[in-house]
């Protein structure tokens, strides 16, 4: 696929196929992620794939819990059997670094950056992802439920994301023309 068609057909995927995606494409949504850039050149990101349907609705319902508890806004969207949150995905997956000792946030970043890449790859393998920036409430308010999910002593997740076939064709997104505040020569 061509680069700007991939960048501009790729969607968020929030309904998937019951169907497991083969190991040689999840690593090579991988092996694209680890070509990002990375600050200081230090390539922090490892990766914890989940393929434990029960695992990842423990990851689901922790996270209903979670915002519920922390979020009383939420708690009527989060009431709900439904997997609102991984969408019933075949795979999870946690972009993760080691703990950063020296709080510098590049960690984070060189994730992120990471992460983009591997949607591309998954969009152009013909699957869906998308990123599950609920998760992240367990790093700040539930981390037990992340260690429970299999991040180990020392890691911290990053970037929770979700992986699989889309059940339907993506329509084309939306996106404003960019705005230039500035162009200084
Ligand atoms: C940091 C971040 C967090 C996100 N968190 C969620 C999420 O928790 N649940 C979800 O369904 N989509 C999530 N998304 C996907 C966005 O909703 C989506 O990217 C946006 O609506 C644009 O649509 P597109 O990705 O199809 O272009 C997240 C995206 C980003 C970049």
């Keep these: 696929m061509e680069l700007d068609e991939c960048i501009k057909s790729r969607r968020s995927v929030r309904a998937y196929k019951d169907e497991p995606v083969p190991r040689e494409k999840i690593e090579s949504i991988l092996e694209a992620g680890v070509w990002a850039a990375t ?25 209903k819990k979670t915002v519920i508890k922390a979020m009383p806004a939420f708690a009527k969207r ?34 992120v950056l990471a992460a983009q890449n591997m949607f591309l790859k ?4 013909g699957l869906g992802a998308c990123y599950m920036g609920w998760i992240d409430v367990l790093n700040r308010i539930n981390p037990e439920s ?7 002593e020392g890691y911290e997740m990053k970037v929770p994301l979700i992986l699989g076939y889309p059940k339907s064709q993506q329509g084309l997104g939306k996106r404003s023309a960019p705005v230039i505040l500035k162009w200084i020569k």
């Excluded at 029960?54 to 990851?59: E, L, T, W």
């Design 146 to 152: 992340i260690k429970k999910a299999g991040v180990p």
């Design 39 to 63: 600050g200081m050149g230090k390539q922090p990101w490892r990766f914890i794939i989940i393929e434990d349907k029960s695992i990842i609705k423990f990851v689901s319902d922790e996270t």
């Design 122 to 125: 998954a969009h152009e393998l």
């Design 78 to 111: 989060f009431e709900t059997e439904q997997d609102i949150i991984c969408y019933n995905a075949p795979v999870l997956i946690f972009i993760c670094s080691e703990v950063d000792p020296n709080f510098s946030k590049l960690y984070l970043e060189d994730c």
